[in-house]
C-alpha cells in the first residue's frame, strides 16, 4: 500500500515562497505520474502540478503555470513542488497523489488518482 507523506506548508506573506515535498514509500513506480492537488475552504479540489516520472514532463493548471514547479528525485522517492510569487488565493491544503496513468490526458484529474497524502496547509497573506 503506498504511503505519500507532505511537508513544507506553512504561512507566508504574498510574494514569498515555499518547497514542498512528497515521500513516498510503499510506491515504487516510476511509470505513471505523480500530482499535486489543493483544496480551499469551501472549494473543490483541484489539479495544479503533475509529473510523468519515466520522462520528467510536467503539467500545470493556468493558475499556477509560470509560477509553480513540480520536480522529482527518483533515487529518494519524493516528488517536489516549487511554489514562487505566492498570492493569497493559493491559501489551501495541498495534497499530493499518485495516479493510475501516465502521460498528460489525465494528468490533472483528481479520479486518476489512487493514493493520496494527508495533506500539508499553505496560508498565503496579504
Known amino acids: 500500500q503506498a504511503q505519500l507523506v507532505e511537508s513544507g506548508g506553512g504561512s507566508v506573506q504574498a510574494g514569498g515562497s515555499l518547497r514542498l515535498s512528497c515521500a513516498a514509500s510503499g510506491y515504487s513506480s516510476h511509470t505513471t505520474n505523480m500530482g499535486w492537488f489543493r483544496q480551499a475552504p469551501g472549494k473543490e479540489r483541484e489539479g495544479v502540478a503533475a509529473?510523468?516520472?519515466?520522462?520528467?514532463?510536467?503539467y500545470y493548471s493556468d493558475s499556477v503555470k509560470g509560477r509553480f514547479t513540480i520536480s522529482q528525485d527518483k533515487v529518494e522517492n519524493t516528488v517536489f513542488l516549487q511554489m514562487n510569487s505566492l498570492k493569497p488565493e493559493d491559501t489551501a491544503m495541498y495534497y499530493c497523489?499518485?495516479?493510475?496513468?501516465?502521460?498528460?490526458?489525465?494528468?490533472?484529474?483528481?479520479?486518476?488518482?489512487?493514493?493520496w497524502g494527508q495533506g500539508t496547509q499553505v496560508t498565503v497573506s496579504s
Open positions: 509529473i510523468y516520472r519515466t520522462l520528467g514532463y510536467t
Open positions: 497523489a499518485a495516479s493510475r496513468y501516465a502521460g498528460s490526458t489525465y494528468a490533472l484529474a483528481e479520479w486518476a488518482y489512487n493514493a
